[in-house]
């Protein structure tokens, strides 16, 4: 091991020590559900807004976009907009009024006028899917960066490397619950934010603070030339393409507000103008974030060697990072690669930590509480149950991951928000805005968008069928020679969305179920002025 591997490993055994430290501090102040599942609701506005930008600028963001932006240029940046935009959404439709009538999970907002048990079944099932989705991409990410690290291309070594974040993130989990969650995702952010400033100003520098040369040295650098900085490249080629585009827009600015990770943190806080300023702190976190994207993507392409990228992009960040710290070999080119893979490693930690204490918390206090137990099961069985299902959702996480390792990090999170959007976004918005709204319209809603979402993904060149020209390697899931692909976009969002919010309206016109006018007109008063919100706290 040279003395950058030796660097390298102190600065992530540095990284781990102070999550795991932050983890046994939290366990010791998590006494009751609510400290484990929403943090005792005791963090402040900029607490939270910290929080959210630190599970929402995950591994996708950080080391997928820099490369989508490193291979693509223009296109690329189209993940940092969407991903953006999305918080408008989440802001102006979403944030304040789920503070105010929920209380743990998502679905206890839709429950709270429908039949309990099919809506908390369907609204659980679909964030356990959407968690694992965004888990994969943190699990590629994980293995690829520790993989360049410690230089080793030894498949097993990434596989034992995934295995060991998933078991991390199942320990912060088990052990920290909310609390130690959240103090994980601040300590995260500031990270990433003073670790991307500080190669954000290293790019420059090299152009002399020159936006337009870095531009034209990347178009230059990539052999496209004026092609890299115009729309089209990716999603221009056909017809097909440019449908696939539109249907990626729709699912990253619709996502966001039906990610289940980022609607829970909405309950951390203790009222919803704190919800609202939380998501205003954490727009302006995240939007710096994404200009940061723009320089480090286009950095890469300027200044790293294509062929030292992998096919998926995922390591032009941290290669960026050593070759404007002095290049390969050089003191601070090690130097900036390890604290980058180290921040980019706490990313990691601290998003896969968040994933998996939503989709626990659901499968405890939705499935088990409220379907299995009817609503009297005890908070030491809930928290008992939720790390228990941590557990198992961190092992299929695993076993999934572990064959993705071929796919770009920030399209695999693409496809948890295309889920998210299809699923989840319309039972909110009908249940929140919509009277006649009822438990079939929920569920036909869910599932139905849902099932359309990852059956398409199923059938389509993401998991079999798509092969590199150039090489004849696979780049979908299934090895090259295999092809069921029958659905030709790689996001179904452009499908799946309206189908999601069609079966909900469908399923409702269809339904007798009684109308819950009572209740639906206490639901709007509690969301939209917050009157009575403590109420569903704490009873």
Known sequence: MDGSQILTTVLFLTVVAITIGITFWASRQTKTAADYYAGGRGFSGFQNGLAIGGDYMSAASFLGISGAIALSGYDGFLYSIGFLVAWLVALLLVA????????YTMADQLAYRMKQRPVRLAAATSTVVVSIFYLLAQMVGAGALVALLLGVEDQVVKNIVILFVGALMIFYVTVGGMKGTTWVQIVKAVLLMTGSALIVILVLAQFGFNLSELLGSAAD?????????????????????????VSLGLALVLGTAGLPHIL??????????????????????????YLFTLV????????VDPSTLDKAGNLAAPLLAQEVGGGEGSVGGAVLLALIAAV??????????GLTLTSSVSVAHDIYNSVIKRGKATEKEEMKVSRWAAAGIGLVAILLAIPAQSLNIAFLVALAFAVAASANLPA????????????????????????????????????????????????????????????PLENPGLISIPLGFFLGWLGTVTSKEPETAERYVELEVRALTGAGSEKAITH
């Open 96 to 103: 304040e009024v789920l503070r105010n009538s929920g209380r």
């Open 221 to 245: 650098a990539s052999g496209k030339g004026d092609a890299f900085l115009q729309p089209g490249l990716k999603y221009g080629a056909s017809f097909t393409s440019e449908l696939d585009f």
């Open 264 to 289: 829970i943190r909405f309950y951390t806080v203790p009222t919803s103008a704190d919800a609202r300023k939380s998501v205003l702190w954490a727009i302006g976190l995240i939007g710096v974030f």
């Open 296 to 303: 480090l993507g286009f950095g890469a392409a300027a200044l």
């Open 344 to 353: 980019a490693f706490a990313t990691i930690l601290a998003v896969v930590a």
């Open 428 to 487: 909110i918005i009908y249940n929140m805005f919509w009277k006649r709204f009822n438990t079939r319209g929920a569920v036909w809603s869910i599932y139905g968008g849902l099932i359309s979402c990852v059956g398409l993904v199923f059938f389509s060149p993401v998991v079999s069928g798509k092969v590199d020209p150039a090489t004849g390697d696979s780049l979908s899931l299934f090895p090259a020679g295999i092809d069921f692909s029958w659905f």
